[in-house]
């Protein structure tokens, strides 16, 4: 295969997908510095701030007097990642693995998650139709609503934006589970000897990892996901869309 793959880190607020996605892109691009390859990795957050959109949306983050409908919000999530979409699929196109820290799931699942009359899930994903797809997802969860409420509780800094209330991360990860068992519901366990938990499209394309971060100490975590990542090969370097 001769293009970069696309790897997601999606999960709750404070459950170390930032801090996970930036030991990664250091270990992929420490693998680059010592193999003949010129092949880089880069990390996307989302949203990405420094976009006239990416601007809008801080705002609206951080500072909480700021009112927008629940549908605008939805729509810029969805408009900071379009702006984006080139990028990534320029860099994929070198060759470069692109890390993405969240992406269409959490907009998705955030969305649901507040209850607006009228955004259901179909009406939630529209705005993202035609979006790359990641070949592979991470996702970092818990495995009790209590664990949760107490790992995100406990996260230095948990609070400072918009989103983060326990009540509210305990309504995304209940919706977190209805979007990954919509779009990896026909997915079978892998008989990886090296990564449990990781489960693999019918034609082989995409592949997702579920990390239960519970009691477990950042190296443990990185390296379940370093396993999945090492054994993780593009099988075409056609792209699927949502």
């Known amino acids: 295969m001769t293009r970069g793959r696309l790897i997601l880190f999606e999960g709750l607020d404070r459950t170390g997908k930032?801090?996970?996605?930036?030991?990664?892109l250091k270990y992929l691009n420490l693998q680059g510095d010592q193999s003949s390859s010129s092949k880089r990795c880069e990390l996307i957050?989302?949203?990405e701030r420094s976009t006239p959109i990416g601007k809008l949306i801080n705002n609206y983050l951080v500072d909480k007097s700021f009112k927008l409908p629940d549908q605008s919000i939805h729509?810029?999530?969805?408009?900071?990642?379009?702006?984006?979409?080139?990028?990534?699929?320029?860099?994929?196109?070198?060759?470069?693995?692109?890390?993405l820290d969240r992406y269409v799931f959490s907009g998705i699942a955030y969305s649901l998650a507040k209850d607006t009359e009228r955004m259901d899930?179909?009406?939630?994903?529209?705005?993202?139709?035609?979006?790359?797809?990641?070949d592979l997802t991470i996702f970092l969860t818990t495995d009790s609503d209590i664990s949760t409420s107490n790992q995100i509780n406990n996260r230095s800094g948990f609070g400072a934006e918009r989103y983060e209330k326990s009540d509210f991360q305990l309504k995304v990860k209940a919706k977190f589970d209805i979007v990954f068992n919509y779009f990896f519901k026909d997915y079978t366990k892998s008989s990886s000897a090296t990564t449990s938990n990781m489960y693999t499209s019918s034609d082989g394309i995409t592949t997702l990892?579920?990390?239960?971060?519970?009691?477990?100490?950042?190296?443990?975590?990185?390296?379940?996901?370093t396993n999945c990542v090492n054994d993780f090969k593009l099988v075409t370097d056609d792209y699927k869309y949502f």
Not at 18 to 24: F, G, K, N, Y
């Open 209 to 225: 990892l579920k990390v239960n971060v519970i009691d477990k100490d950042i190296p443990t975590v990185f390296k379940e996901i």
């Open 121 to 134: 899930f179909d009406w939630c994903l529209s705005p993202d139709i035609g979006l790359i797809k990641p």
């Open 18 to 24: 930032t801090t996970q996605s930036e030991a990664l």
């Open 45 to 47: 957050k989302f949203p």
């Open 75 to 99: 729509l810029l999530f969805s408009s900071n990642r379009w702006e984006l979409t080139e990028q990534i699929k320029s860099s994929l196109q070198k060759g470069n693995d692109v890390l």
